[in-house]
């Protein structure tokens, strides 16, 4: 069955950089594109970007370019999001969530997701 | 790229019908057939109910109901359960390989 299996929460100083991972099974990791989406406490949902993942090639969402780096590892069919230079105001909990097959849709698919906090 | 418009609240009572409306551009929703709709519960991951305006995945119940006309996309609940209270976002295709959340709409269950 499809999984997405994502790390563990983390609890960052300001400034620091953090890497949260999502590990899929299940399915032919290349043919969908995963696509990662933050929830800041008692926010709603934001898009953050997506990364191909049979090419590689990363799109990011205004707001979230220059900190935020998608990558990926086929060989472990895992795909990481990494923040860094951290701020208090990248609290949130981080999903990743899956493509669907044939559309520009998301979201059959999502990782259990992440609480990164960013406090001293 | 802004926020898809939801109203922050809806209500209804068990048994009723409600619609939550998703308003954006000729850019997103109005450009593109590719409108999703998810419920997510406290502390829980989002559950996808719609996607490509109307289409449901095969395990959501068919009392969730997608449609569009213009710039504004809508989810239709009937019947409506207890365990229905959720908050539900919709999103859109916006060119480009993005996508934008509308801001979410918290329903209620009278």
């Known amino acids: ?120 | 790229q802004s926020a898809l418009t939801q109203p922050a609240s809806v209500s209804g009572s068990p048994g009723q019908s409600i619609a939550i409306s998703c308003t954006g551009t000729s850019s997103d929703v109005g450009g593109y057939n590719y409108v999703s709709w998810f419920q997510q519960h406290p502390g829980k991951a989002p559950k996808l109910l719609i996607f490509n305006v109307n289409n449901r995945p095969s395990e959501v119940s068919n009392r969730f109901s997608g449609s569009k006309s213009g710039n504004t996309a809508s989810l239709t609940i009937s019947g409506l359960q207890a365990e229905d209270e959720a908050d539900y976002y919709c999103t859109s295709y916006t060119g480009g390989e993005t996508m934008v959340f509308g801001g979410g709409t918290k329903l209620t269950v009278l």
């Open chain 1, 1 to 120: 069955q499809v999984q997405l299996v994502q790390s563990g929460s983390a609890l960052k100083d300001p400034g620091a950089s953090v890497t949260v991972s999502c590990k899929t099974s299940g399915y032919t990791f290349t043919k969908y594109p995963i696509n990662w989406v933050r929830q800041a406490p008692g926010q709603g949902l934001e898009w953050m970007g997506n990364i191909n993942t049979n090419t590689g090639n990363p799109t990011y969402a205004q707001g979230f370019t220059g900190r935020f780096v998608f990558s990926l590892d086929t060989s472990v069919r895992t795909t990481y999001l990494q923040i860094t230079s951290l701020k208090a105001e990248d609290t949130a909990v981080y999903y990743c969530a899956r493509a669907v097959a044939g559309t520009r849709g998301f979201g059959d698919f999502w990782g259990q997701g992440t609480l990164v906090t960013v406090s001293s």
